[in-house]
């Protein structure tokens, strides 16, 4: 099919995304939660384009918009730069100081933001998330919580049992705002084999063992004493 | 090799890539490798229409090999080793070449050096990927039959649920008859229920299940494992050889419980007077019988954590509280004039709002709570107790009929036995752990055997048969899959080379190799399903016996002497690098993504494991020209195969020494250990590398081979 991007006619195949046709056509688009390894995520925003409709111009996401016979795209557009600014604004808000975000900033000609929040330089793209669960397949690691508290951290903020400690995720992040330590622990990093790992068994349900930390809150409910430590492994010859 | 025909395909990344390096000139130079039939630049490789691209090369020009250079095979290798396999390439022989993270971006401001790399990277990927066979998929049929360890309530709820599922069920118990721990309580506890209907229903539906084969009074003498399979030999007895009886299990349910400690010479313990809680079950239910009437017990003393949480019993058995309540109502509902006092350390009630509801109730018809402290337990006398008893201070003296011992539940006698043949490493109290993945991989039992019960620590019959469901449809699930296949790295023995030493065996960190009877000797065994291709065995064997699909020996030298191959004599110290893919290959590709940079002058080789590094591979790299070896390897503790990465330090150690006494100077080779998260740590340390080995100046092997005119 063909679709017009920038008033370039482009040959775009069935079932592709407007970004993934502009790349392959070498028209930049910005982008920051994506990745061609991963399911595109629509999170950053950076990658709006303004599409024509019968009902008139509208900002769509690139990386998630698919082609259709006679789609006409405008890469560049007021609207577009001006939706773009206001995100990577709003982006410096916390993480200014990330060079990425600079580089940004600088492309699209944003100054000074105008709004300030606590500095984070995780800005929340979600990429780590996603290649855990894609690409590494063990999903140690999620988004959670809502609104201003939203974070990526492991469930209940505990070291992960399921990371394999391969650093997919530090490797991916656009920012630098994840180490192997946010995910394991720090102290007890992954297959630190002589370590002794406190757990107590929980009595509620009789089949998971939660770590110490966990076991406080619910130490009103449990009259429970027995900690059970593995000592390192006694080999069986 | 003249017959291979390979296709390298160049990523530019949009310009990420192509900005840094000049691809055309890394186009020209990559047509000149061997056996390259086709060379093709690509905007996006990863992308829908690259991956298009991919396939349709490989069928125009029938291609049996890739090499695809562009980012880090950390993410996109799924993607590219799909597209090949979708078009018929073995995703084996689907090499990926990383020149974004590892080159294009390390070395921004220098692009001449980068390009350089990047031929040399491809050069080296050209050379791993022609001599690359495709692993041999391991595949085994699961045998669709389980094995059910012990007949108490756990086995007996999971031998149904499987059966139930549509599979055959051994279940073996070693007593007369079925029901366990559950034959000797009277009721439910902490409901009054009855537990003898839902016993007997148990019990019948696993007899009269079709699909059950219930071996009663049987042991189970040996458990060979085979590929994905187990065969259980049962016998009559422990002990004698009569009527063994084999065959073969795709899953084993371990249901074995915990046994009762017998407290010999505890408490003036003689199973008349002084009795154990079960021991009192069954007196109750006898009182029962006979209507209660007859009660002739005016005093019965109840001693809680009687034989535990002490230095033998370091734990909390976790049930005998509950049912020291539930004794202490029943028998005060039957005869209220019955004196019974409980004295206790700590009452453990499960955090469940029924065993609170009993203490109540036992407090309601007169039950006597007395606490005594951990270091002052009660003192059996005669004909009375004395305890301190720790909320007054006064210490009390109470006369007994009767006295009934918690004494705690122990791991099965044999609990080491069953251990030792399914290979399931035992906590410190001897209960089968939990499992727990990451941490203590070593204590996960393989896939295909499920710890359920109390065999895990002492529980009731509703943990119990809580996690024998759960087991039952793990092994469901295990069962259903039909085949287990690996694809992984496997090591292989040629038995005809090996000399049956056994050191591999002694040293394989996941025991993965046995010795089994050859033509004439004793030859070593890999299991292709324990094998995690670490390649420890491959360095140790005297007689390199042992190789691997990927990662040969032939391999990693093609790799060392494609490295460099194309350089001339520009006055550049050469170093080659080996790096352990989980530690210094991620700190590497790290410190690109983080736009660090270190010497252009560095190529670096991908191991499994830093334990793969062979002395040969260093000497080698020696002779074929470097300056300089570096390894790279996780620290000691935290090795992805099991510790093998501490052998690393002695090899390295050893051949040092080994080098110094050759007259060569030993500070050439480094090890250094690598945080996957810390690029700035890897950059420091390869700088300093470098810095040093610049300071040596070229090695006087090169030299020699410079002055015969040798490259």
């Known amino acids: 099919m063909q679709i017009t991007i920038d008033g370039r006619q482009v040959e775009a195949k069935e079932g592709r995304t407007v970004l993934q046709v502009a790349r392959q056509n070498g028209i930049h688009i910005p982008t920051l939660c994506y990745h061609e390894a991963l399911q595109p995520f629509g999170a950053c925003r950076l990658c709006v384009v303004e599409i024509e409709t019968s009902r008139g111009r509208r900002l769509v996401t690139s990386c998630t918009h698919p082609c259709s016979e006679g789609l006409a795209v405008h890469t560049a557009s007021d609207a ?158 | 090799m003249s ?100 080159c294009a971006w390390l070395h921004r401001a220098e692009p001449s050096p980068a390009t350089h790399k990047a031929v040399d990277l491809i050069r080296m990927g050209v050379a791993q990927v022609s001599l690359c066979q495709p692993r041999q998929r391991v595949q085994v049929e699961l045998p669709s039959r389980a094995l059910v360890l012990g007949g108490g309530l756990s086995g007996l709820t999971s031998a149904a649920i499987l059966a139930d599922s549509g599979i055959p069920v051994t279940l073996v118990e070693r007593g007369d008859s079925l029901g366990g721990w559950l034959r000797q309580m009277h009721t439910l506890h902490p409901s009054p229920q009855d537990a003898s209907p839902l016993l007997a229903e148990r019990i019948r539906a696993v007899r009269e299940h079709s699909m059950i084969d219930v071996l009663l009074g049987k042991h189970v003498t040996a458990i ?23 065959f073969e299990v795709g899953a084993i349910i371990v249901a074995t419980g915990a046994e009762m400690l017998q407290p010999d010479g505890l408490y003036r313990y003689d199973g008349e007077r002084v009795v154990t809680q079960l021991e009192f079950e069954r007196e109750l239910a006898q009182m029962e019988s006979s209507e209660g009437t007859q009660t002739a017990l005016s005093h019965v003393v109840m001693i809680l954590c009687a034989g535990q949480r002490t230095d033998q019993v370091p734990y909390c058995s976790g049930g005998c509280c509950v049912l020291a309540l539930k004794q202490a109502v029943e028998i005060k509902q039957m005869s209220p004039d019955t004196e019974v006092s409980i004295l206790f350390r700590d009452l453990n009630l499960l955090g469940r709002i029924e065993h609170e509801r009993q203490l109540l109730r036992a407090r309601e018809l007169g039950t006597k709570f007395i606490r005594y402290r951990p270091g002052e337990p009660p003192v059996v006398l005669e004909d009375q107790v004395a305890v301190d008893d720790q909320l007054s201070g006064v210490r009390q003296s109470i006369p007994y009929d009767r006295i009934v011992l918690a004494t705690p539940l122990v791991p099965q006698r044999d609990a080491g036995a069953v251990a030792h043949m399914l290979r399931i490493v035992r906590d410190k109290d001897g209960f089968f752990p939990q499992v727990r993945s990451r941490l203590r991989p070593e204590n996960r039992p393989e896939r295909g055997i499920y710890v359920c019960g109390a065999a895990h620590r002492p529980c009731d019959w509703l943990e119990a048969e809580f996690e024998a469901t759960v087991a039952a449809f793990q092994a469901v699930r295990h069962l259903r899959k039909g085949l287990v296949s690996r694809a992984a790295n496997v090591a292989a023995i040629d038995e005809e080379r090996c000399s049956g030493c056994g050191t591999c065996g002694q040293h394989c960190p996941f025991g993965a190799i046995t010795m089994r009877q050859g033509q004439i000797l004793d030859v070593a065994h890999i299991d ?37 191959e194309g350089r001339s004599d520009d006055g550049e110290v050469r170093i080659l690098a080996f790096g352990c893919e989980w530690s210094c290959c991620a700190a590497a590709e790290l410190a690109g993504a983080r736009g660090l940079t270190y010497p252009a002058s560095v190529r670096m080789i991908v191991v499994p494991c830093s334990v793969r590094i062979d002395p040969l591979h260093v000497l080698w790299a020696f002779l074929s020209g470097a300056d300089g070896v570096f390894l790279g390897a996780c620290a000691p503790g935290e090795c992805h195969y099991r510790g093998g990465n501490s052998l690393v330090e002695q090899r390295v150690d050893r051949l040092s020494t080994l080098l110094t006494s050759s007259g060569f100077d030993a500070r050439r080779l480094r090890l250094e250990w690598i945080t996957s998260d810390d690029a700035h740590d890897l950059v420091s340390k390869i700088q300093r590398f470098a810095e040093l080995v610049d300071a040596l100046g070229p090695s006087s092997v090169r030299n020699e081979r410079l002055d015969k005119g040798d490259r």
């Not at chain 2, 085979?226 to 009886?245: E, H, I, K, P, Q």
């Open chain 2, 528 to 564: 292709p399903l324990l094998c995690t291709g670490c390649g420890s065995c491959v360095v140790l064997c005297p007689v390199k016996a042992i190789s691997m699909p990927i990662n040969n020996d032939m391999q990693i030298i093609a790799q060392v002497e494609a490295a460099f």
């Open chain 1, 80 to 237: 577009v730069l001006q939706s773009r600014r206001i995100t990577v604004e709003l982006l410096m808000a916390s993480a200014e100081h990330v060079p990425l975000i600079q580089q940004l900033a600088n492309e699209l000609g944003v100054k000074e933001p105008r709004f300030t929040m606590p500095e984070n330089t995780c800005v929340l793209c979600g990429l780590c998330v996603r290649a855990c669960n894609e690409i590494v397949g063990v999903g140690a690691i999620s988004v959670i919580n809502r609104g201003i508290d939203k974070e990526v951290s492991p469930p209940f903020h505990i070291a992960s049992n399921a990371c394999i400690a391969c650093g997919t995720c530090v490797l991916i992040c656009p920012t630098g705002a994840i180490t192997l330590a946010d995910i394991n622990g720090g102290a007890e990093t992954a297959h630190k084999w002589d370590s002794a790992f406190q757990a107590v068994s929980c009595r509620m349900c009789g089949h998971h063992s939660l770590q110490p930390v966990f076991a406080d809150h619910i130490k009103l409910l449990t009259v429970d004493e027995a900690t059970a430590t593995i000592p390192a492994g006694e080999a069986v010859s």
């Open chain 2, 3 to 102: 017959d291979t025909r390979l296709g390298i395909f160049l990523c530019a990344c949009g310009e990420q890539i192509s900005s840094v390096i000049d691809l055309d000139d890394v186009k020209r130079r990559a047509w000149d490798l061997p056996g390259v039939v086709c060379v093709q630049q690509l905007p996006f490789a990863c992308s829908p229409d690259g991956l298009d691209a991919i396939r349709e090369t490989i069928h125009k020009d029938s291609l049996d090999r890739v090499v695809v250079a562009g980012c880090t095979p950390r993410t996109v290798a799924q993607a590219c080793k799909g597209a090949c396999q979708a078009a018929g390439i073995d995703d084996d022989l689907c090499q990926l070449v990383d020149i974004r993270e590892g």
């Open chain 2, 224 to 246: 060979s494992r085979n590929l994905g399979s187990y065969t259980v030999s049962v016998n009559g007895s422990a002990y004698s050889n009569d009527s063994v009886r084999s």
